[in-house]
């Protein structure tokens, strides 16, 4: 059982910053494949952000060159750093971990971008 705790977010103005970390009770270095998503009201959950044990990342259209995502295994932590933030980026952010079949979820942070 991996039990992943975000933090980080908060009220940001538009074109603002801000970075979320989620940190793990396990070992992440073994394989995990790490994740951020987003929920808005009344929408579905949505990939913002993925990266393998290996480093490779992965962005949909919507976020590329405005978000990173690293993960410091040594650490345990995951980190989604979010640039030029836009009121449409306003959601509850949660962490995911992916061993195989198994997933494992945060209880998420929110992120609320308004003026």
């Known amino acids: 059982q991996v039990q992943l705790v975000e933090s980080g977010g908060g009220l940001v103005q538009p074109g603002g910053s801000l970075r979320l970390s989620c940190t793990a009770s396990v070992s992440i270095f073994g394989g995990y494949v790490m994740a951020w998503y987003r929920q808005a009201p009344g929408k579905q959950r949505e990939l913002v952000a993925s990266i393998t044990s290996g480093g490779s990342t992965n962005y949909p259209d919507s976020v590329k060159g405005r978000f990173t995502i690293s993960r410091a295994n040594a650490e345990n932590t995951l980190y989604l750093q979010m640039n030029s933030l836009t009121p449409e980026d306003t959601a509850r952010y949660y962490c995911?971990?992916?061993?195989?079949?198994?997933?494992?979820w945060g209880q998420g942070t929110q992120v609320t971008v308004s003026s």
């Open positions: 995911n971990a992916r061993l195989g079949p198994q997933g494992f």
